[in-house]
Structure formats: structure tokens, C-alpha cells
């Protein structure tokens, strides 16, 4: 077959990716991240985030289980990393290292810390998760090169609906507060600690060290 995905399919991808994505969830998190910049910087971040998130997905979705085999790491070992990264980073969020290390910077904000890349861009929007779905649904292709870019394309649509939901950061962090976001910031923090902590246990438990 060579007439692409059936409607049933596209659903399907788009469904799963963007429950595997979760931009939803993103959003408070980018705006605790981005907390203080401007926002033609925060649309700076947030596009380069998600462009940086598009080109690894496709990357994995191209070329899959032949890039890991050949760099000899397995998908539990990127669980594994991503998590210890992810809970460097809330600990950043708990005890505002983020905002000691801003300050008496305002002068010089293009150098200002910039999350685009790690961790919004991986492991938050391209995660093991999003990379092994990449894998899986690129492999029950049937359509041949048609229906693996039209999955693509759905990928990209969801990253895109990630980028918009971007928008509302700077009216949600106006509408907090400076106090409301310090709360907020360290509530994130201890449920990005919790999450990098389950990327962890995931990944150990896809190695086979532990069962159940």
C-alpha cells in the first residue's frame, strides 16, 4: 500500500504522541523556567525548544533502533539518564538556584540560562517515551514512505500545539505573581523530582534489574 495512513491511524499517532508529550503539562513548567524573561525570550526558547524536539523525534523515527544499536545504548539507558538529569533540574526549581545565578545578570539576558535544549526540548517534550512511540509507530507502518511522513507530519503538529500552548506563559506568570510563582516553581520542582525519579525506576525495570 502507498496511499498513506487511514483516518483511524492518523487519530490513533496523534492521540498517543500528544498523551506521551503532554504539552498540557509542559506549560507551567516553561513558564516556571522561562520565569522573569521577556517575552520575545520566552518565544525565542520555546520555538527553538520545539524545533530542537522535532529534529530529535524525526531523528529516532528515521532511523530508530539502527541509531541506538550502533551507538550501543539501549532505550531503559536513556530512561535511566534522563531521569538523573531531570531531577538535577528540580532541584534547581526547589532551592531557586536558577534565580541566584539570574540575578545582577538583567543587563546581559541573551547569556541568561537558557532551558530550550535541555531540559525542555529533552528529556520534557522528547523523551524516551516520545522517542520509543517514534520507534513503535514508524515500525507498524504499512503504507510504505508516505504514511511514514504523514506520521511525521502528525509529530510535528503536536510539537506545534506545544509551541502555541507556549503563548499563555507570560499571562499565566502575570496572573501569579512573583509569590504565586515561587510556589508554584517549587511545586513543579517536587513533581519533576517525582517524575525523574519514576523515568528511573521505568528504566531500571525495562533492563531487567527489577521485576514487576
Given amino acids: 500500500m502507498s496511499g498513506g495512513l487511514e483516518i483511524g491511524g492518523i487519530v490513533t ?4 504522541l500528544f498523551v506521551i508529550i503532554e504539552p498540557i503539562g509542559i506549560v507551567p513548567i516553561f513558564a516556571a523556567l522561562t520565569r522573569g524573561m521577556s517575552m520575545r525570550r520566552r518565544r525565542i526558547i520555546g520555538a527553538r525548544a520545539c ?3 522535532i529534529g530529535i523525534l524525526t531523528a529516532f523515527g ?4 539502527a541509531l541506538l544499536g ?3 545504548i539501549s532505550i531503559p539507558a536513556f530512561r535511566i539518564s534522563g531521569g538523573i538529569l531531570l531531577f538535577l533540574t528540580a532541584l534547581d526549581m526547589l532551592f531557586e538556584r536558577r534565580t541566584q545565578r539570574r540575578e545582577g545578570q538583567v543587563a546581559h539576558e541573551e547569556e541568561d540560562h537558557d532551558p530550550s535544549v535541555f531540559p525542555l526540548a529533552m528529556p520534557l517534550l522528547a523523551g524516551p517515551g516520545a ?3 517514534m520507534i513503535l509507530l514508524v515500525s507498524r507502518v504499512k503504507s510504505g514512505w508516505l504514511g511514514v511522513l504523514e506520521l511525521h507530519l502528525i509529530m510535528v503538529a503536536v510539537v506545534a500545539c506545544t509551541f502555541l500552548l507556549f503563548q499563555i506563559a507570560g499571562p499565566l506568570d502575570r496572573a501569579l505573581g512573583r509569590t504565586g510563582m515561587n510556589v508554584v516553581t517549587r511545586l513543579l520542582g517536587m513533581l519533576l523530582a517525582a517524575l525523574s525519579v519514576q523515568f528511573v525506576i521505568d528504566g531500571v525495570k525495562a533492563a531487567g534489574v527489577l521485576a514487576g
Fill in 51 to 53: 524545533l530542537t524536539a
Fill in 131 to 133: 522517542m520509543t512511540t
Fill in 70 to 72: 550502533f551507538v550501543g
Fill in 13 to 16: 499517532a496523534f492521540v498517543t
Fill in 62 to 65: 528515521l532511523l530508530g533502533q
